[in-house]
């Protein structure tokens, strides 16, 4: 059975690694990048604690000997469901079985100029182009000489105060602190500010009331300026612009606001739900086709008792229903009943800063040393090879003793020879 997968993030390369050994199945893995990345420490990336080879692997290292699985580098466009063949943009593929892991965009929620100016935190790419943009700013700022247009370079504004804004604010707090005033001497008396702003009334809204509130308390002291109940409406490089009125000047929205999928030529409109995710039924197969699958972030399902509004777009749901599906597929195979998903919340968690986390446990909440050793703990595990692992830790220690770590290149490629400078 040809089963095409399409996006190797923890979705789709964990049914892939779940599939490799099965003799029945023959598996394309479909991606518009050749690796697969880790996206929660993407802002470590961006911050530059991380490379960015500490958190991706290439999709052909990792399954190299496996004879029934081929990796395919290119960019999914649409399915001719009559013909079960799909059209890549470099190319076509025939499937008996086709699965979307596709995950989801960056959400701008119709605004152009936000989309345009805005440094969105959603792929590598965008982590590489932020870490080049925030570090260029600050060369900026130290040559200039206007004290408001330094100012300006250096006030950062995160939208959207989930834990990705969370985390990238508290970065932030501890670099102003540990490195821009020792490396930047020539900033050492220009006011900076940090904000973190988002439309609802709590950070971390999924989490518990402990979780939010603790997390307020703690950025504040940090420094950070969080600013609730307030919604962004547009940017245009320069300053940012509120539905109140409110305006910031600065010269980094960093936009971690929202999510949503993709639509695809092929699939009907009433596949689609809530944030242009595909439906499916329990067994993650989406409504109105016959031998089509979504899971992940891509998928809305309702049929969860549970979950009855569709899953938290989180990688636990991701590797989860992977897992389920592939137990459906041998199933499949051996002509057995499918096995309805249903998500086990483990818990969440976030990180605030050095010894500071909070970490909700679905009957117990924890913050401090112990919350951020065990987000530490668990960010390393999930890592996808060991190499990955060692890698992240070995800079992680390094970061942790020397309150440092010397990634801070301004690395483009040069447009006329094609090189890197
Ligand atoms: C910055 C950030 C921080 C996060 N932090 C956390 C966290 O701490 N904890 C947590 O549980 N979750 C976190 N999440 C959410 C988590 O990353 C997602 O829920 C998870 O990645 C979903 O897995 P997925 O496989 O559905 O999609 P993804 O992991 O996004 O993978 C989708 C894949 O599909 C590929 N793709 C997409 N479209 C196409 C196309 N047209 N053609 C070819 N390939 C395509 C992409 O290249 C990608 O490899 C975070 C997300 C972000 C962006």
Redesign the pocket.
């Known amino acids: 059975m040809k089963i095409v997968i399409?996006?190797?993030?923890?979705?789709?390369?964990n049914l892939a690694k779940d599939l490799v050994d099965i003799p029945q199945a023959e598996i394309i893995l479909?991606?518009?990048?050749n690796y697969?990345?880790f996206?929660?420490l993407?802002?470590q990336v961006a911050t530059g604690f991380l490379e960015p080879s500490s958190i991706s692997y290439p999709f052909r290292k990792f399954f190299k000997g496996k004879k029934n699985l081929n990796f395919r580098l290119?960019?999914?466009?649409e399915v001719v469901q009559n013909e079960n063949k799909i059209i890549?943009d470099n190319g076509e593929l025939f499937y008996d079985y086709l699965v979307f892991?596709?995950?989801?965009?960056t959400n701008y929620f119709g605004m152009e100029n936000v989309k345009k100016h805005a440094i969105p935190?959603?792929?590598l790419n965008d982590a590489i182009e932020m870490r080049n943009k925030i570090l260029q700013n600050l060369e900026k700022a130290a040559i200039a000489k206007d004290k408001k247009e330094r100012r300006k370079l250096l006030t950062v504004v995160v939208a959207g105060g989930g834990?990705?804004g969370v985390?990238v604010s508290g970065m932030f707090a501890e670099m102003r602190k540990e490195i821009i005033r020792k490396e930047y001497p020539e900033l050492s008396t220009t006011a900076s500010n940090i904000y973190l702003v988002d439309g609802g009334d709590a950070l971390l809204s999924p989490m518990t009331k402990a979780s939010q509130q603790d997390t307020l308390e703690a950025l504040t002291k940090m420094g950070v300026v969080v600013k609730l109940n307030t919604r962004v409406k547009d940017y245009d490089g320069e300053k940012v612009y509120f539905v109140d009125g409110n305006e910031i000047e600065s010269s980094n929205l960093i936009w971690?606001a929202g999510?949503t999928a993709?639509r695809?030529k092929g699939i009907p409109d009433e596949s689609y739900g809530r944030g242009n995710r595909l439906l499916t039924n329990e067994f993650n197969k989406v409504i109105s086709t016959e031998n089509i699958f979504a899971?992940?972030?891509?998928s809305l399902m309702t049929t969860d008792a549970n979950f009855p509004n569709g899953h938290p777009?989180?990688?636990?749901?991701?590797i989860q229903q992977?897992k389920n599906l592939a137990q459906n597929f041998i199933q499949l195979f051996n002509k057995k009943p499918m096995k309805a998903f249903s998500y086990n919340d483990k818990g969440?968690?976030?990180i605030i800063g050095k010894n500071k986390a909070v970490v909700d446990l679905p009957k117990y909440h924890f913050k401090g040393f112990f919350a951020w050793f065990v987000w530490l703990f668990v960010?390393l595990f999930s890592l996808i090879t060991y190499r990955n692992r060692l890698q992240t830790f070995y800079n992680w220690m390094v970061a942790y003793f020397a309150k440092d770590q010397p990634l801070r290149m301004i690395i483009r490629p040069n447009k006329k020879s094609g090189s890197m400078n």
């Open positions: 399409i996006g190797g993030g923890f979705a789709g390369i479909v991606d518009r990048n697969n990345f996206p929660p993407i802002y290119g960019e999914f466009l890549l892991a596709t995950g989801a965009e935190m959603k792929t834990p990705t985390e971690a999510v993709s695809f899971i992940g972030d891509t777009q989180v990688a636990q749901v991701a992977s969440s968690m976030a960010h």
